[in-house]
């Protein structure tokens, strides 16, 4: 029970964590000073819902939540591939968002039912926040939505990008079975779907978009982030993660 909990946290620490970094990235270089201070917003937000998955995982363990954070392998990451894909461009970014925004969603409200009252009461703050993550997004994708031109297409381009790695926010991870047994999770992520896919289509297809909402979920074949294999970009993004704390582990800050 104490390893699929783990798995559990990790999931969601390692996937606000690497997309709270992504969406840092962009302080600077967004396409507005409001939406710089927007986005930059979001990522301290991301990175602070981690934190808060890594202290439960401290409560429960004993390990150290920097520890976790910046000084871990790549395969001992459990973020799905989407959320440490290079940040894009301004398109791709808006459409990750949306995308993992509605999963998590799905998510949080699993985890507001889990038999782990720590987990199910920490959640609650969460959830309030991802609200206005999610409203951000959707404001985004309309805006794009409705361009023309060079908008509309990089919108389409970045549809099909993020939809290649969808599925993988649903893959099978470890102790999902002893998780759902315990009252861990109401039910597997895989189940999930059919609530996410739902919930894409209801933003999408008003914007005239359908033709990017997924009939079914396939999921992968082969393991992935879920199972602690990775693409490139995760070595890249640890890199840059922990460059700072690896120089001096033992430095109070």
Known sequence: MKEALREILLRAADDELALGHRDSEWTAFAPFIEEDIAISSIAQDEIAHAALYLELLKDLT???PDRLAFMREPGEWRNAWLLE???GDWAFTVVRHVAYDLFDDVRLRQMARSSYKP???????IRREETYHLAHGRLWLERL??????ARERLHQALQAVLKDVPGLFEEGRGDGEAVAEGLLPSPPRAWFAE???AWAGLLRPLGLEAFVPKSLDLPAEPGGRR???TPHLDE???ALSEVYRSDPAASW
């Open 119 to 125: 987990l199910s009461e920490a959640v609650e703050r």
């Open 196 to 198: 996410w896919a739902e």
């Open 228 to 230: 602690g294999v990775h």
């Open 62 to 64: 004993g390990e150290d």
């Open 85 to 87: 894909r290079p940040k």
């Open 145 to 150: 939505a409705r361009g023309e031109g060079e």
């Open 237 to 239: 993004l640890l890199q």
